[in-house]
């Protein structure tokens, strides 16, 4: 093994990193955390949009490449970052496992589980690492919220309930009709199966529990105004703990009414309720503590910490806690939506 992953210390001095996607996340989410990053070196961009590689190639003095292929024969890069949409992320991330080369892979890793199951024996069998980006994990009011369940401040967690809201126009310019978010080949599901994941996994580490039962009832509506589908889909679902709680996605709002709410209830009666990514409260009826989470740029949704986290672990040598066993957990719940 190059590294000695997961065995012994990286011996460079700094991780070498290429970001492959130069979208939202890809741009304005990885390429300025790793930036940042003090073991980190952002050695290069990947698109096939020369205009937008070569952008962001002359404003931080890195290179560029155009062809995934060329980059990954550079020895200075130890690990790639995948934003790219999800019909390309087999074939780039199983082309970075066979060239040694580490993986932080945005979700969902793949269409499919098969495929996700693979890209994680091709990861063992290499020696390098497949983190999935499963950021919610690090988002700075989950954190809290987890600290508090874990502490048993209120009790025994027994239900809960996730929200999320996406103005329709948001998500109409994201992803339009005809794009590949809205083809179940390439993307695996529609947008609601996209962007499930995340909620799922972090219910799943809220709780320290797994999944057993879900219902899922998805309504896609066709928005005239817009000329486009909005989705309203609800998930009903049970733990291995006994507790039990609602995943509810929409996509179907007015600009401004996008929103973000996590509610979590004990058996102590007391509930836990975090709004967006700055705000959590404790609540019971004698008490309310509340917490404002001040971050700002990349850390606001935890993609800074979880960049770091995978840098720390290819660096010391450290098995991840985020695996794409976790990764393919979520996936196989969100399926069901389709199914």
């Not at 590294?3 to 290429?18: F, I, Q």
């Not at 497949?130 to 239900?159: H, S």
């Not at 219902?215 to 000329?227: D, E, R, T, V």
Request: overall charge negative; aromatic content about 12%.
């Amino acid at each position: 093994m190059r590294y000695g992953y997961g065995d012994e210390l990286m011996s460079k001095d700094k991780v070498g990193v290429a970001v492959a996607g130069l979208g939202f996340v890809g741009r304005q989410a990885h390429v300025s955390a790793f930036r940042k990053i003090p073991d980190a070196e952002l050695v290069a961009v990947i698109d096939v949009i020369e205009e937008a590689a070569k952008e962001v190639s002359s404003k931080y003095k890195i290179k560029y490449y155009l062809d995934h292929k060329e980059a990954l024969k550079n020895p200075d890069i130890d690990a790639l970052v995948v934003a790219v949409p999800t019909p390309f992320h087999y074939d780039l991330v199983s082309e970075a496992l066979s060239n040694g080369k580490h993986v932080l892979c945005e979700m969902p890793l793949t269409p499919n589980v098969a495929e996700s199951e693979k890209l994680g024996e091709m990861a063992e069998k290499a020696g390098v690492m497949l983190m999935p980006d499963l950021n919610f994990r690090f988002t700075p009011n989950y954190v809290k919220a987890k600290e508090l369940i874990d502490e048993l401040t209120i009790g025994k967690p027994i239900a809960f309930t996730f929200t999320e809201f996406i103005p329709a126009k948001d998500l109409a310019k994201q992803w339009p009709s005809g794009s590949w978010a809205w083809n179940k080949e390439k993307s695996g599901g529609y947008p609601d199966f996209t962007l499930s994941v995340w909620s799922i996994d972090l219910i799943r580490w809220l709780f320290n529990s797994e999944i057993v039962d879900v219902s899922w009832m998805p309504n896609y509506a066709q928005l005239p105004g817009l000329n486009y589908t909005g989705y309203n889909t609800v998930g009903i679902v049970k733990l291995s703990n006994d507790a039990v709680g609602t995943l509810y996605f929409s996509a179907s709002v007015s600009p401004g009414e996008g929103t973000s709410k996590l509610e979590v209830f004990g058996d102590n009666t007391r509930a836990i309720k975090a709004t967006w990514n700055n705000h959590l409260a404790l609540i019971d009826e004698s008490m309310k503590a509340e917490w404002e989470f001040k971050m700002r740029g990349t850390k606001v949704w935890g993609h800074y910490q979880i960049d770091s986290y995978f840098v720390d672990c290819i660096k010391y040598g450290k098995k991840p806690s985020v695996t794409v066993d976790d990764a393919i957990k979520a996936q196989t719940v969100a399926k069901k939506i389709v199914e």
